[in-house]
């Protein structure tokens, strides 16, 4: 994306994904039978696979309770994502205790990373095999490789190997990648590759247009479509502000009118919103099915608003500050850790994911400037950040 200025990008903003009428929403949607107390359970086809995936689909990550496993399979949701890093491991386990018996109601996905050597990608095989231990079955629906920013990376002939021979070995049925940073080039990447079948792709209403029409073109040759971070969390003050679930002006929260922003563009096949409570799982599941009101666009204005100069969309695709900084420091991935601490309070996520950013591109260099170069297209004081991160990652 060519740099722009903040008026410029919260206009695009605002406009995104709202063009897509080639591809019908109400033909994607499968309504399933009315179930009781929960809500009707809506599917989409996923991308080529075949599979008929709950348009809410359950983000796991942070997740600690085998019991609210329990309660999302119940409520219909059939995909789950999760991630062999996630919390050291345990998230995978606490999901395997469920596995154990309800492994045949879900489309189940996990993901491995690798480091910049050969070295992390020979031991990509192993982790394969540890997670299908954890999550205590013989095989998962979906392997991704995680966190994927560069062309190059999806054209890689070695992690293609490692992927490959998983799913000839039977340890997964399909294969993609997870971006959350250049997720257009990510995404045209894969659509090139005819090898690559989903992408877990950072998605929300702060998107630039081009991740929207990346995302069209994909679903349109087959690739399944599962967005992440679609909810907008403030990095600062420390304590959520505002409450994502506060509403006071009609029945739609905050959080549910974003991923309404986010299914209702019907080249998305699934979402997987971080659920942690059972709160959170009946504000999620009442979204499938309804459709975007003037209303909630209105929430989504007024919130955006709020998120002005809090909200780094790198996840979502921004690339507002990318090669601004002459020293190559990634400040949109360093933001990434740096919410990963402030906003999700998991330290670990945020010094893990910070530790695998390159060298060259962490805030350890910011030490010999007295004033960030950096701008920000969505007003995010950058120096204040940087020093944050430098505080807390050292
Ligand atoms: S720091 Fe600002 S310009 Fe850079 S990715 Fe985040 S929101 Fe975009
Ligand atoms: S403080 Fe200096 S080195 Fe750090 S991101 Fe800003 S311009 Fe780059």
């Known amino acids: 994306m060519e740099r722009t200025n903040r008026r410029t990008f919260m206009k695009q903003s605002t406009t995104a994904g709202f063009g897509l009428a080639a591809f019908s929403l109400s033909a994607r949607r499968i309504y399933g039978a009315e179930s009781g107390s929960f809500n009707r359970v809506v599917y989409r086809m996923l991308g080529s696979t075949g ?5 809410m689909g359950f983000g796991a990550m ?15 949701i059939n995909y789950i994502d999760t991630a ?3 919390m050291n491991g345990a998230n995978e386990e606490i999901i395997g205790t469920v596995m154990k018996t309800r492994r045949n109601e879900v489309f189940l996905t996990t993901k491995i990373k690798f480091d910049k050597d050969g070295v992390e990608i020979a031991k990509m095989p192993g982790m394969i095999e540890t997670s299908l231990k954890r999550l205590q079955t013989d095989h998962v629906d979906l392997v991704l490789l995680h966190i994927t920013d560069k062309r190059e990376q999806v054209f890689r002939d070695d992690l293609m190997k490692v992927f490959e021979n998983a799913r000839d070995k039977g340890q997964t049925r399909f294969i993609g990648v997870s971006t959350h940073e250049n997720q257009a080039e990510v995404l045209d990447a894969v659509v090139e590759s005819k090898f690559w079948q989903a992408v877990l792709v950072g998605y929300n209403y702060y998107s630039p247009p081009e991740v929207t029409v990346a995302i069209q073109k994909a679903r349109e040759a087959g690739i399944a479509i599962i967005g992440m971070k679609n909810l907008i969390t ?10 994502i679930r506060e509403n006071k002006t009609g029945t ?5 009118a974003l ?3 986010v299914l209702n563009n019907p080249y998305v096949d699934t979402v997987v919103p971080g659920m942690t409570s059972f709160e959170q799982l009946a504000d999620d599941i009442a979204v499938m099915g309804k459709k975007l009101t003037y209303d909630d666009r209105r929430i989504l ?4 608003e709020k998120a002005e100069g809090r909200y780094c969309c790198g996840v979502s695709g921004c690339t507002g500050c990318r090669e601004q900084c002459p020293y190559g420091v990634n400040v949109s991935q360093i933001n990434r850790c740096l919410n990963y601490a402030e906003g999700y309070g998991d330290i670990g996520l945020a010094y893990e994911n910070y530790r695998s950013l390159p060298p060259d591109s962490r805030a350890d260099k910011c030490e010999d400037c007295d004033e960030c170069l950096v701008e920000c297209v969505n007003g995010i004081n950058l120096q204040e950040n940087i020093r944050r991160a430098r505080v807390m990652f050292g």
């Not at 599979?51 to 348009?55: D, I, L, R, T």
């Not at 942070?62 to 219909?76: C, F, K, Q, T």
């Open 51 to 55: 599979y008929k995936a709950s348009e």
């Open 62 to 76: 942070n997740m600690r309770e085998p019991a609210l496993v329990r309660a999302v399979i119940d409520s219909g």
């Open 84 to 86: 062999h890093s996630y």
């Open 234 to 243: 403030i990095e600062r003050p420390r304590k959520p502000f505002p409450d």
């Open 252 to 256: 739609t929260t905050n959080q549910q």
């Open 259 to 261: 991923l309404k922003w």
């Open 301 to 304: 204005k007024r919130y955006s």
